[in-house]
């Protein structure tokens, strides 16, 4: 069993502690049940008609600003940020912080370049944009691919998380029981996008956006009461309790072992700042709003309720760190994904364990969805319905094809998180995002804002950043060829310590495949004899800022 996927530079402070099951089973199964059958009933009572592609992808558009602003932290907000930054925080400091403020940095970008402009110019996903001044066909292919290689990435992270969640709190220790809680866990995902559609994933992430967000805060002012209201008191009892003293507190303990671990942080922050803007998941959400005012105000609400959420989680690190420990944090299941259950049962025994580990897995069932979602909706929307069958088709045959590809990708996802659910959530997160700010940023700016951007530019920009960023991954200590110093067991995916093939001595290939791939959009469309029609982009400008002409569209 590996631990956390981080530095190799940055050794995990470990007392010995026994593993052990926390909490009553039948107590956090009683109240998982009541989560799930909760959610399953809010997705079926308010998924209405899902015939057309409008409902099934973009919930008719009738979500209002701040009801999609809230959705959208509902769906942001992952396990990455409320297992896996609390994890690193608890673990690591001040350098587990810096994940939160890459995450909501991001948002900036978000709101001021992208959400307004791509929700005029779109309809249901991210293809609808590039397609309208390129070759449709050859461009619809390339996002598609780009989406859905990005949710399998991000999918990994949730699955992690889940089955690290479920098998802490009911005592599954094997192997063999934790992949058979993934396999459930990916089932019942796969079965709330069946059945709800948008409309039901997102009353399901508002839901649960309002759960974290309470979960959080009685958990974070229990810990500050405690600490008599003071935070820097919390920062050196935290830091007296744990083994790294002091250095908790500066930068470095993380990312300061060398060159490599230095340069490794400035890749994950450059992935994270940037990769929000590309997450397909995200920006389809823009799509269910009436208008581009509504698109603008729902990043406003989401970035306010994520800015309060993301000051908690240094309150639950630090929590954990000092009342936890990080002995019995590497010591359970899930490893730093368990530091925030860990914390509830401290503080509350099993009912706060239950409830705090059920809104944890409502947050999982919410991201998986909108994940799964926007997957199946690029490739019915742009690969058959636009690619294979050229727009010759119905409205509830595309819907057909989406949930269909809703069960293969959550099959993939299963598998996938097999293989991952060790791994940091957060870490894994971050290399979605290297993903999506290679692939996708590049060419939704570039779409937007050059005039003289062509297909083969955004084919080279996709496709280059894709290629660029998995082939990194690939041959990065992520996969292969990382040991922990003091006890020689695998810290990579590759549990097997005799395999080795990372080349590629960064984690996060971001600082690389990014520029690389901006680079290549700029060159592929300064070799080609494509020609560039400026009334297209001067149309599409217009529509970007005005929404004149796509009325029509976005009601069908």
Known sequence: MTVVALPATAALPVHAAPAATIGDPVVNIAVFAVFITMTLWIAVRVSGNNSTASDYFAAGRTITGRQNGIAIAGDYLSAASFLGIAGVIALYGYDGFLYSIGFLVGWVIVLILVAEPLRNTGRYTLADVLAYRLRRGPVRTAAAVSTLVISLFYLLAQMAGAGALVSLLLGVSSEVGQNLTILTIGLLMTFYVLVGGMKGTT?????????????????????????????????????????????????????????????????????????????????????????????????????????????????????????????????????????????????????????????????????????????????????????????????????????????????????????????????LVSLAFAVAASANLPTILYSLYWSRFTSRGALWSIYGGLISSITLIALSPVISGKTDARTGESLSMITDPGVNFAVFPLENPGIVSIPLAFFLGWLGSVTTREQVDPARFARLQVRSLTAFGTVKAARR
């Open 203 to 427: 009353w399901v992430q508002i839901v649960k956006a309002v759960l974290l967000m309470m979960a959080a805060a009685v958990v974070t002012i229990w810990v500050l009461g405690l600490a008599r209201f003071n935070i820097f008191d919390l920062f050196s009892d935290a830091a007296a309790k744990s083994a790294s003293g002091d250095a908790v507190l500066r930068p470095g303990l993380l990312y300061g072992g060398g060159l490599i671990s230095k340069i490794n942080f400035v890749s994950l922050s450059i992935s994270l700042v940037l990769g929000t803007a590309g997450l397909p998941h995200v920006l389809m959400r823009l799509y269910t709003v009436p208008n581009a005012r509504a698109a603008r105000a729902s990043v406003a609400w989401a970035t306010w309720i994520m800015g309060l959420f993301y000051l908690c989680t240094v309150v639950l690190g630090f929590g954990a760190m000092w009342l936890v420990g990080s002995g019995q944090i590497a010591a359970v299941p899930g490893k730093a994904n368990a530091a925030v259950p860990l914390l509830a049962f401290k503080l509350g025994g099993t009912l706060l364990l239950a409830a705090v580990a059920a809104v944890a897995f409502a947050t999982i069932l919410a991201v998986v969805a909108g994940l799964v979602l926007s997957a199946s909706a690029s490739f019915a929307h742009d690969i058959y319905a636009n690619v294979i069958k050229k727009g010759n088709l119905e409205h509830h045959d595309e819907v057909r094809v989406a949930r269909y590809t809703a069960v293969g990708i959550g099959l993939a996802a299963i598998l996938g998180g097999i293989y991952a659910k060790n791994q940091n959530v957060a870490f």
